[in-house]
């Protein structure tokens, strides 16, 4: 699309709102959205400044502010998990799925592991066939247990 005021290609799209169904559009190229922009800019109102609360919330030991923390991401102190405890949780669960840190499988023993997680489910099987009275099962449960544990 063409810049209305000139021939070269527009980048830009402004829309003018007048009232409720009343506007206009504008299609410039970059020097014309910047000559439109400062030609309009002193004929509008100024608008309020709203002042976002996470601006002013900081924390009183370290005095490290939550936009700092967005700005850098890093923590003044260990307080400060506690001052932004609310803002936080969403962030943490975004990033790593949780809140809970499981850490990771080194890659040397993987199967070491496996065989951790094998034993906690058995355990937990002979748990509940212990209270089912399933006595068979849980021997069978019980003699699978040994067997990893020897190994």
Same mark, same amino acid.
């Given at each position: 699309?063409?810049?209305?005021?000139?021939?070269?290609?527009?980048?830009?799209?402004?829309?003018?709102?007048?009232?409720? *169904?009343?506007?206009?559009?504008?299609?410039? /190229?970059?020097? /014309?959205?910047?000559?439109?922009?400062?030609?309009?800019?002193?004929?509008?109102?100024?608008?309020?400044?709203?002042?976002?609360?996470?601006?002013?919330?900081?924390?009183?030991? /370290?005095?490290?502010?939550?936009?700092?923390?967005? *700005?850098?991401?890093?923590?003044?102190?260990?307080?400060?998990?506690?001052?932004?405890?609310?803002? #936080?949780?969403? #962030? #943490?669960? *975004?990033?790593?799925?949780?809140?809970?840190?499981?850490?990771?499988?080194?890659?040397?023993?993987?199967?070491?592991?496996?065989?951790?997680?094998?034993?906690?489910?058995?355990?937990?099987?002979?748990?509940?066939?212990?209270?089912?009275?399933?006595?068979?099962?849980?021997?069978?449960?019980?003699?699978?247990?040994?067997?990893?544990?020897?190994?």
């Amino acid at each position: 699309m063409k810049c209305q005021q000139c021939a070269k290609t527009s980048t830009m799209q402004i829309t003018e709102i007048h009232g409720d *169904n009343d506007f206009e559009e504008f299609h410039l /190229c970059d020097d /014309c959205a910047q000559k439109y922009l400062y030609a309009v800019a002193p004929k509008k109102k100024k608008i309020p400044e709203i002042v976002d609360p996470l601006t002013e919330k900081h924390c009183d030991q /370290c005095g490290t502010k939550f936009i700092d923390f967005r *700005n850098s991401g890093r923590l003044g102190c260990p307080h400060d998990y506690d001052v932004f405890l609310t803002e #936080l949780i969403p #962030l #943490l669960e *975004n990033i790593h799925g949780g809140l809970r840190h499981t850490g990771k499988t080194p890659r040397s023993r993987p199967t070491q592991k496996l065989r951790q997680q094998e034993m906690a489910r058995l355990r937990e099987d002979l748990q509940t066939a212990i209270h089912a009275e399933a006595y068979e099962d849980a021997a069978r449960l019980r003699d699978r247990l040994r067997e990893l544990e020897g190994d």
